[in-house]
């Protein structure tokens, strides 16, 4: 049975920093395209970021890119992302998701089969 399991989430004031991690768990994802989602309350679905089977592509939404960092360590299982410069507009539950179907890189959610329970993140002025 896959599991996701997401960590880090919390409350940071705005300008800050966070880093979330997301540990699957139930068969191996090295070589599946992982990502982050976020949805605020009364908004839909948002792609933060996706990354390769490889880690080295890597692709971003355009309201964090340049803040948000996603990694992935293929030997845990885990996917993270590094959240910098933290803005009030961040605040959202984050979901990380992994591809049973792509290797490469996807900004759809429909790409993505499995699913975290997701992680609050709140940033306060």
């Known amino acids: 049975q896959v599991q996701l399991v997401e960590s880090g989430g919390g409350l940071v004031q705005a300008g800050g920093s966070l880093r979330l991690s997301c540990a699957a768990s139930?068969?191996?994802?090295?070589?599946?395209?992982m990502g982050w989602f976020r949805q605020a309350p009364g908004k839909e679905r948002e792609f933060v970021a996706t990354i390769d089977w490889t880690g080295g592509g890597r692709m971003y939404g355009d309201s964090v890119s340049g803040r948000f960092i996603i990694s992935r360590d293929n030997g845990k299982n885990t996917v993270y992302l590094q959240m910098n410069s933290l803005e009030l507009s961040d605040t959202a539950v984050y979901y990380c998701?992994?591809?049973?179907?792509?290797?490469?890189?996807?900004?759809?959610?429909?790409?993505?089969?499995?699913w975290g329970q997701g992680t609050q993140v709140t940033v306060s002025s």
């Open positions: 998701a992994v591809s049973a179907i792509f290797s490469g890189v996807r900004d759809t959610g429909s790409s993505y089969q499995y």
């Open positions: 139930g068969r191996s994802f090295s070589r599946n395209a």
